[in-house]
């Protein structure tokens, strides 16, 4: 019964995405100064100090102790203590909703890339507005979801020439990428890769269960969509001969193919997902229902629409047999020593498509996890910001530079009161966040979330 009222109080919002519509933004100045901040540029492993941004229409143009300032200019004062680092990156999301961009950006996310099927009208009139800085949010890129049956429900594509009429299809509409999945025929594969490279179009995503990911990166594929896909496609199945009397998976990889993983991963110079957190929460909720329950529970979650909490109520996990436990743990070290061997890596969440991950909010876990699996707060910080505008740079013709400080680069922007280097948490509660050329500072950043919040509850009152 209570899953039935909440189906009829969220009955508007499954009909009709997204769940509310943004007011406009207010033009924003022209020319906004960063004054008195210490810089995390983040080009190296390095902060300078007492330093002013100057901004203008939306990019950085100068930095410097001693630039000088327009009259007319909006002065952010960091009074010598605040902290001004890139803006967040999320680089696996499924949102496509108004109010989901909200939640990113008061999170200090200014960058994400959706992995495939966001709606039509999220791709031909929302997206294009957040991204000119007409409405809140972070500027999103997207992929092309395209699969070799129906079975997880996906667009299908079966023969190669289909392959090369949707590669031209996408980019018409709008997608800098394709997103690949499991169950495409390696000709369609290669016909994806082929015609991308020819209309200047990335492929990213899933290992492809007939291709393995080795032959994928070699033929192109830029970006590995999630760290745990390697589980598929690349390393051994130990649960074959050491599964549980019911079948179930409970024993991980022999951490002795890791090296020859990497060395495939690096010969491409391919980028990997640094998801950490999200298999771990699946981990977490694995045959644990009252796990699912906490997550509906807490206090993130007042910023989940509700379509999406009964999606996380419907999801499967929480049936499963058998524990994921022995591969988050190989799922750590397999992270660690591709950041030790510098390989390229993003972060990304996934969210809210998984049970828990909760929009922003589980990007700064995905850091929390990165940094207990022993990576270094300038790799984690890396993974969040300069790697993913390298990959943006590297694969999308004419993209705007981003994930750094400096002149030239789109001002995605946030504003912490100490040290994210010596204190990632910081990030969880930024001063102020720049993205598309807005400044937001703190108060309306907490607004926006309890807007969020507001319009949600509403919907859930009968």
């Known amino acids: ?13 499954l009909l009709c995405p997204p769940a509310f519509v943004q007011t406009p933004q207010p033009q924003p100045a022209a020319i906004t100064a960063f004054v008195a901040v210490n810089l995390l540029p983040m080009d190296t492993d390095r902060i300078v100090r007492n330093q002013t941004v100057l901004v203008e229409n939306g990019k950085i143009a100068a930095i410097g102790p001693a630039v000088p300032i327009p009259k007319d200019a909006r002065i952010v004062d960091g009074h010598g203590s605040a902290f001004l680092s890139p803006g967040l990156a999320d680089m696996h999301v499924h949102s496509d909703t108004t109010g989901d961009m909200l939640v990113y950006l008061a999170n200090g996310v200014t960058t994400m890339l959706n992995m495939g099927e966001a709606s039509n009208g999220f791709m031909a009139e929302v997206r294009p507005e957040i991204n000119r800085g007409k409405l809140a949010g972070p500027h999103v ?6 699969d070799g049956t129906p079975q997880y429900g996906h667009f299908v594509v079966a023969t190669p020439e289909q392959a090369r009429a949707i590669v031209g299809l996408a980019k018409t509409n709008g997608y800098e990428f394709i997103k690949v999945y499991n169950n495409l025929s390696p000709a369609v594969f290669q016909a994806l890769v082929e015609e991308g490279k020819n209309q200047q179009i990335a492929v990213i995503g899933h290992g492809v269960t007939r291709v393995g990911l080795e032959r994928q990166l070699d033929a192109g594929q830029v970006l590995v969509a999630h760290a745990e896909e390697f589980f598929y496609t690349t390393f051994s ?11 179930q998976m409970n024993s991980a990889p022999d951490p002795a193919e890791i090296p020859a993983a990497i060395a495939f991963i690096k010969r491409n110079k391919a980028f990997v997902t640094a998801d950490l957190i999200t298999y771990a929460t699946i981990a977490q909720q694995w045959g644990k229902p009252e796990v699912v329950e906490g997550y509906l529970r807490a206090p993130e979650t007042r910023y989940v629409s509700p379509a999406r909490r009964i999606r996380w109520r419907e999801d499967d996990y929480a049936e499963r047999q058998g524990s994921l436990d022995a591969r988050v743990a190989f799922l750590k070290r397999f992270i660690k020593e591709m950041a030790q061997a510098g390989v390229p890596l993003v972060t990304g969440t996934d969210a809210p498509a998984i049970p ?8 700064h876990d995905d850091l929390h996890a990165l940094e207990q699996a022993g990576l270094s707060r300038y790799q984690v910080l890396s993974a969040a910001t300069r790697t993913p505008g390298e990959l943006i740079r590297r694969s999308v013709p004419d993209a705007e530079p981003f994930g750094t400080i400096a002149v030239g680069n789109r001002a995605d922007l946030m504003l912490s009161a100490k040290n994210p280097l010596d204190d990632l948490s910081t990030l969880r509660t930024p001063l102020g966040v720049m993205a598309n050329g807005n400044w937001h500072p703190e108060p309306e950043l907490r607004a926006l979330l309890e807007q969020v919040a507001g319009k949600y509850e509403r919907a859930f009152k009968p």
Do not use: Q, T, W
């Open 1 to 13: 019964m209570k899953l039935l009222a909440l189906i009829a109080a969220a009955a508007p919002l």
């Open 141 to 146: 890129y997207a992929g092309f979801l395209v």
């Open 237 to 247: 199945h130990p649960e074959k001969k050491n599964a549980d009397a019911s079948g």
């Open 356 to 363: 828990g991950l909760a929009p922003g909010f589980s990007l």
